[in-house]
Every structure is written in structure tokens, then in C-alpha cells.
């Protein structure tokens, strides 16, 4: 169970935040919405780009022994039957014959043991109508082609891991790797999830960045450590506080693991400290069940020491939606301003993940102001990511601009038009400094740094 954090709850001022400003919307909300599905709407889209970008960057540009994929959703239904997801990707699940309400088994609101006569059901309350525990699969099922019958079921994929093991031979090859070498990719994966909720934290469709390293039996160990010290330094590159970041080792261990540790963040309230990330030393596995089941043989083979081996897997796998939660929720603050009478609430996000790195403002919409911002703001947009505002007073634009992140105020005043000069306010300290207007490109650029 998580423990409650030193952190505060502020899951619900987040989602009100996210959709009042333009970051995460329910989906098909007009119609009442689906559950636990989401939407990303323009800042999202852009806040979740920038976390897989980063990730892309650190996995696969950044290094000469990993390879890019992108996989297709939709596999071979044998895939699954090898991977083991048809046989054990299972929840046990209670019924209440009543409400018609579905709880996980372990779920803490039921009192008694469901299936004899004074068990309760947490929502309508009555006794002796929950079912006793039935297994049921988390994959999503559909059908290929144009007759719905059990030879053409196939399904949504629960994880990209399995695009990238059936793809090593092909992947190998073709780029002439040699082991210790992994493959990476970005995809959506869908999973039924009994007990989604807590916002983007677990839902039913969600994207992972998964990378599966390739290594010698016998050396999984150390690479495991490795990638375990990699992926910590990667979260907390992203800004995420350190002290809010942690190993948790797996104490049971799935069936095809040697080991196991997930990266933990600490989400704040009841939620506290839960996982963002696993790593896991699969060992032979996946790609011994996929040579099983299809025939082929999927072995590497070592050419100075004339051997043939299946290589053992370490994978490092996180959720683009879960690590996009702890971000906004690592950024969030509400503060007093200095010698205003008003607080503010920002966003601290690192200004590489930032959806907007400036706003643009000419301070009144007079005296050569206007157009002089418009061309400055015409000229920045080339590069970045900006907002032109020109309505209200200037510190309401500030506000609004720092409540989705930004980190830059650009303002062209007075004496800009005199000089060529601009104020840069910088969100977290609030200092303006002047620049020269036709140096500003670079002098955003070079604060924010690199999105790597
Ligand atoms: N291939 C291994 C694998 O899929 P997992 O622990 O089931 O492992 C890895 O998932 C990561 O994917 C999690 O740490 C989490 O960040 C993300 N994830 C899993 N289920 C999710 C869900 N229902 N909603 C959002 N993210 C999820």
C-alpha cells in the first residue's frame, strides 16, 4: 500500500488546471466521457512531445548501440499466447450481482470474504451478492477482417515490449549490431484496467517508451545495475525533485524475470510514492518463447567465439503519460508575490519541457509597441514555441503564462521602440533584464538548454 506523503493532494487542482488551460481534456466529454481515457489538448500535446523527445534523445540519438522502432499495434494473436499475456495477464475479479459493480478481489473497501453470504459490496451495500474472485484478461479483443468469429480475434497490444522482441533478428541484422546492443521504441498500449483512475496515472490507453537491451547470459547483472543508475539519472535530469525519486526492488517477481526495480516518484496525498518506471532483467524469455511458439530460431551468433546464444533481455520500460503526471505535478506550486497583494500559482517545469518557453507582450497597444512585439514575436516563432498577448493588464499576462509553465516574459515597452531594447522577465525569480531585441533568439535559446 502507499504510504501518504509529506507531499499535499493536489491531484484536483492539477485536472482543473489542465483542462482550463488547455493541457489534458476527458475524452468524449460532450458525450459524458469514456472512462479513464484522455485527451491532450495543445499544451499537452506539446508537454508529452518534449518527454518523448527527451527520451528518444537519451535512448536512441545520443548512443551508437540502440536502434529506433516503431512497431505495430496490432500483432500476430500467437504473440500473446508466447509472451504469456493470453495465459496470466489476469486480475481476479468480484461482481456484485446487485449493482453490477466490478472490484478488484484485493480491492480494501470490501468487508468479508465475496462469495459467502455477509460479504458487503462497497457501493450499494448489500450482503451476499458479491461473486467469489474470477480471472480477467486485461487485453482489449477485436477482430480482423470482416467476420467476427474466434479465428480472427486479435488484440490491442498491453505493451510495445513484444513489437521489439519479434523484430530482433530483423533489427540485428539489418543494422549489423553486436551484442550488448538494445532496440527503443514509442507506442500506444492498451490495457483494461479494473482499477484505473488518479487522472493520467492509470488509464486504458497510455503510451510507453520501452527499450529492450540485448546482452550476454552471464553479464545481465552488471547491465542491469547499469540501466538502473541510466534511467534514475534520466528523471531526474527532467527536473523531478531527487528527493521525491526512489528505487523499489520487486520482492515477487514475474515469471520471466531474474529481477526487478521500478523508479518511484512521490505523487503527493494518499497516492504517495508510486511507480513510473521498471527495469527488468527478463533473461531469456521472451525471445526463447518466440523462437518456441514460431518456429524460428532467434539465437545471435557470436562470431569471434563461433556460438550461437539467445540473449538475455534488461528492459527499461515508462509510461509517457505517467512521467508527464509526475512532471506537472513536481511543477505545481502556488506562492505569495512579493509586495502584491495577489498570489500566483505556477508551473516550475524545466524550461525544455515547457510547451511555451516565452510570451510576448507589448505593454499598451500604442506608440509602435504592437508592431514592434508582432515582429519580434514573427521572428522568435521561426524557432520556439511562442505566445503573442496583448490584452489586460501586463501582470495578468504574467500570471497566465506562468500557470502553464512559461518560462520567459518578453515585453517590449517604451523605451524599446527608443532603443531596440526588450525586458526578459524570468518566471521563477521574477528578474527582468534588458536585451537587444535582435539577440533575443539566442539568449532564449541558450536558457533554456537543449530538451537532452
Ligand atoms: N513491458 C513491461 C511493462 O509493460 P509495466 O510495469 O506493466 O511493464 C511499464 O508497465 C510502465 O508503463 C509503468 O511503469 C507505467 O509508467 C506505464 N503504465 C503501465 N500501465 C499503465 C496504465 N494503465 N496507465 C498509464 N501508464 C501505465
Redesign the pocket.
Known sequence: MPSVSAHPDIMEKLVSLAKRRGFIFQSSEIYGGTG?VWDYGPLGVELKKNIKDRWWHAMVRARDDIEGLDAAILMHPRVWEASGHVAGFTDPLIDCRNCKRRFRADDPAIKGKPGTPDAQCPVCGSKGTLSEPRMFNLMFKTFMGPVEESAAVVYLR????QGIFVNFLNVQQSTRQKIPFGIAQIGK?F?N?IT?GNF?????E???M?MQFFVEPGTDEAHFEYWKAQRMAWHRALGLAPERLRFKPHEQLAHYARAAA??EFDFGGSLGFQ????I?NRSDFDLGRHQEYSGKKLEYFDQPNNRRYIPYVI?T???????ALAVLVNAYREEEVPGESEGRTVLGLAPSLAPIKAGVFPLVKKDGMPEMAENIANDLRRALPIFYDDGGAIGRRYRRQDEVGTPFGVTIDGQSTQDGTVTVRDRDTLQQVRVAADQLRGYIAERIGPNE
Open positions: 479513464s498491453p505493451e510495445t515490449a498500449a490495457r484496467e484505473p493520467i496515472f492509470r488509464t486504458r497510455f503510451e510507453q520501452e521500478d523508479i511507480e513510473v518506471e521498471g527488468h528492459e520500460s515508462v509510461g509517457a503519460d505517467r512521467t
